[in-house]
């Protein structure tokens, strides 16, 4: 089956999570004496704590790192999905490149609901913040290798569920180029 790219805004990515956009629908306020626009709260950043069982492991914190992502070659087989179900991550392009967006939304059970996939064609000016717990796949740079800033929990427990489809369940996506 064929996904189709749909464009990213906050209101068709509200039950996956937050979109990171310093655009005019954004919250903002000025501050530094004018001298800067702040674009506030845009995303939240949820983590549970550590396990009561889990002995000296650092204390679970919201860590900052960056993915270099490889550019994907499409059209492209879909053939699974992850979650991380402590905590929530967000993805932000550093160097304005635009990117593939896969989920599913988060729910109680232990696979994903494929039939409400959805690909979203997200701009070189859009961050995502995946909601603890909605299903996604892993970064899909597209034309070039791309950096990301990306904000998730770090802590002990495991926080990384992967659902392989089915056998003979796979989805295509393309940039239509
Ligand atoms: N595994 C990992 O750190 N990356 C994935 O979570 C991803 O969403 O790219
Ligand atoms: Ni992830």
């Keep these: 089956m064929r996904l189709i790219p749909e464009p990213l805004n906050a209101q068709v990515f509200a039950p996956f999570g ?3 956009e310093a655009g005019d629908a954004a919250p903002s306020f000025f501050i530094n004496g004018g001298t800067t626009q702040r674009f ?3 995303a939240a950043v949820t983590m549970m704590e550590e396990a009561e069982d889990s002995q000296g492991s650092r204390p ?3 860590g900052i ?3 270099r992502g490889q550019a994907r070659r499409f059209p ?3 053939t699974m999905l992850e979650r991380h179900p402590k905590g929530s991550q967000a993805f932000m ?3 304005g490149r635009p990117y593939f967006v896969v989920v599913a939304p988060p729910g109680e059970n232990d696979e994903p609901d494929l039939s409400q996939l959805r690909l979203f064609y997200a701009s070189g000016q859009q961050g995502v913040n995946y909601h603890q717990g909605t299903w996604h796949h892993p970064l899909l740079a597209l ?3 791309s950096d990301f800033l990306v904000v998730d929990r770090i802590g002990g427990g495991s ?3 992967e659902y392989p489809f089915p056998d003979g369940q796979s989805y295509v996506i393309d940039t239509g180029k």
Aim: glycine fraction near 0%.
């Design 18 to 20: 937050e979109v990171i």
């Design 40 to 42: 506030h709260d845009l």
């Design 60 to 62: 679970v914190h919201a």
């Design 65 to 67: 790192s960056v993915f």
């Design 76 to 78: 492209m087989m879909i």
């Design 93 to 95: 392009p550093l160097q």
């Design 143 to 145: 034309e070039q290798t």
């Design 159 to 161: 926080n990384c569920d």
